[in-house]
């Protein structure tokens, strides 16, 4: 009877202790950093989730920076407004007490004083900064929005920024404005905060009582309107808190599902290396058995 030797034993034991050193490399790979993909050609479809996965993390983080930035600026947008409420009230107050037509040209003239420091307020608001941007110059942020000129009576604003509504994408759901562009509330036709008070003052110091009726009310109706404008503020405050929240929920979510993807099952992996070193050194047992004499005396 002829025994039918493989001639290739040699070169197949070496090739199979070559795979499991290879492969308890890999192992040991993923036990030291407890990630259960290392590579792409590993688990091609779990690197691909992974990567989509990473992505999507990446767009609701930039979402969570930028917004925190935008809203800072919202609430400083809303505090000058509110500041221009206060000084609008006092506008009225001093506005009224100049109207009841019983008051000498000093009184009047000391009335429009007053007044002029709230109009100087009222500028230094609507040139309200927040990290070096102006809020209310619509897409024109990197200088003052108004300029006062004084040499005329009534003095005039001039507005130096745009129209442009700033706006944020959150990852779901529409735009948020960020913004509200200071012509449409300090110099618009509709209510001209700024140009209400110039008339005012340049009324009151020419001792005429008789204008400060309808000069009261064009400052009623541009308080009004600062008012209905601070609710489109607080509006974007709210969208913006809400999308914020959900955009730091979903990337907790979403880094619980990715971690999960690619974490490691150590115990799994620890009995997988164990198995592969006994058979690492079975296989160098048997080639170093082989080494000490011919094929044929181990047969």
């Known amino acids: 009877m002829t025994m039918q030797v493989n001639p290739f034993f040699i070169t197949n034991l070496s090739s199979a202790l070559d795979q499991t050193q290879a ?133 005039t604003v001039t507005y130096n920024g745009d129209s442009i509504v700033n706006q944020l994408q959150p990852p779901t759901g529409q735009p948020i404005a960020m913004n509200i562009p200071g012509n449409q509330i300090f110099t618009s036709s509709t209510a001209n905060v700024l140009g209400a008070l110039n008339t005012i003052v340049a009324d009151y110091a020419s001792g005429d009582s008789a204008a400060g009726a309808a000069d009261t009310a064009a400052l009623n109706s541009a308080l009004n309107f600062v008012s209905q404008q601070r609710v489109t ?42 198995l592969v070193k006994s058979q690492q050194t079975a296989l160098i047992n048997v080639i170093a058995a082989l080494g000490s004499g011919s094929l044929f005396d181990k047969l």
Do not use: C, H
């Open 23 to 155: 492969t308890e490399q890999q192992l040991s790979t993923e036990l030291s950093s407890g990630l259960g993909v290392t590579t792409i050609g590993q688990n091609p479809v779990a690197a691909s989730q992974n990567a989509q996965l990473l992505n999507q993390i990446g767009v609701e983080d930039s979402f969570t920076q930028s917004s925190n930035l935008a809203l800072g600026g919202l609430n400083v947008t809303d505090s000058a407004l509110g500041g221009v409420v206060t000084q609008l009230n006092q506008a009225i107050s001093l506005g009224s007490e100049g109207a009841n037509g019983t008051l000498t040209l000093a009184q009047m003239q000391a009335i429009s004083n007053q007044l002029s420091g709230i109009r100087d307020e009222v500028l230094s608001l609507a040139n309200t900064s927040y990290q070096g941007q102006y809020v209310f110059g619509g897409s024109q942020t990197s200088g003052p929005p108004f300029t006062l000129n004084t040499s005329t009576s009534p003095a």
């Open 233 to 274: 503020l607080d509006n974007s405050i709210n969208r913006l808190n809400t999308a914020t929240a959900a955009a730091t929920s979903e990337a907790t979510q979403l880094t619980t599902v990715q971690t999960n993807l690619m974490q490691a099952d150590i115990p799994s992996i620890s009995t997988q290396l164990s």
